[in-house]
């Protein structure tokens, strides 16, 4: 089930500091950006062993995701550089309503391994 974390902010007059430490369940073996999406759908898929930390840097998108069969889908909106959303590997989950500007940034605990992704989506 995927989880949502609140990163530690520090703000003041100069600007925002947040702040990614010790609080992934995970050590970081690989990091992406998605951005210039138009009105597709990203993701469409699960892990075998990855999790993943999602992060919109930029603008908004949302999250949905589902943890299993005869699991209700749960929608996540990512609006601040402080929205995390943590995906555990048995999370189908994609990807939608990107913001004009929108940059989704991937924190994953796996290198890049195209047997790890799984398309099916779950029954409902």
């Known amino acids: ?15 925002n500091l947040t702040v990614i430490e010790r609080i992934l369940p995970f050590d970081i073996k690989r990091i992406f950006y998605i951005y210039g999406v138009d009105a597709s759908v990203r993701g469409n898929h699960r892990h075998h062993r990855t999790i993943q930390a999602a992060v919109c840097l930029v603008g908004s998108c949302r999250i949905v995701c589902k943890s299993g069969p005869g699991k209700t889908e749960e929608a996540y909106q990512l609006q601040t550089p402080a929205d ?40 409902s």
């Open 1 to 15: 089930m995927p989880q949502y974390l609140s990163l530690q902010t520090f703000s003041d007059q100069r600007g």
């Open 84 to 123: 995390c959303i943590i995906l555990h590997p048995e999370d189908w989950h994609y990807m939608d309503s990107f913001s004009p500007d929108a940059i989704l940034m991937v924190l994953a605990s796996e290198y890049f391994d195209a047997n790890d992704y799984i398309f099916e989506p779950y029954a």
